[in-house]
């Protein structure tokens, strides 16, 4: 279903009216983790500013330690929720467990994120490919593209068509940086499917100053968007300090993503 020979022209997503794949490049942020509502409703605000249509926030956190800042879960969506509606805008946050899923279709989150460490969780993927929610997947940081666009067969074999992948950089030999994006699977993977193909260049570099260049690469090598991390004030971020832009980041990056997107 998702391959580009089942269906051969790219296929545009609707996000609340906003068009995600086809001639655009949306830009989604926001914080890493929803921390407080002060902070939550400085970020939207700031999104919106930046000009970027839709808002990123985690409420249920995949960490590495099981001692670190595991998100608010519910309460956190909730203020997720709150926030972006001040601003009009529409969410996308992680789901980690079938048992929230409820909870996500009674706020109506807008699109539904399955994170890189879920991306072969089966039984995750069959759930929400059984609503007609929007799913941003995660490459796996160990995941091949085939295994990756079996991942999306998942969902789409369940129903769910509305599938968004997001390229988050890989695990390699190096260790200068978090992970490295590869900017090949871009345009491999919008030969293989017909659906968008958006980057995360936040988790792919790991450090704020970074993120500009990862961006405008992954946006010069076609990506239909752009998942970013930024933050009311990085250094204060209760979780993934060192990549949060800060709005004044974002809103220059924004510029300079226009002149690129306009000149492919
Ligand atoms: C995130 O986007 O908040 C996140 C945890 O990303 P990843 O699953 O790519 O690590
Ligand atoms: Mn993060």
Redesign the pocket.
Known sequence: IVARDHHPDDTVIDVKGIPVGGRTVQVIAGP??VETSEQMNTAARMVRESGCRLM?G?AY??RTSPYSFQGHGERGLELLRESADTQQLPVVT?LMDVRTLDKFLELGVEVI?I????MQNFDLLKEVGRINVPVIL?RG?ASTISEWLMSAEYIAAGGNHNIIF?E??VRTFETAYRNMLDVTAIPFLKKETHLPVIV?P??AGGKAWLVPALSKAAVAAGADGL?V?MHPTPCDAWC?ADQALTPDELKTLMGELGAIARAI
């Open positions: 890493c983790s990123r985690g956190k995949p992680e994120q994170g890189t460490r879920n995660k940081f997001c988050r950089g995360d936040s988790h998942l991390e993934d």
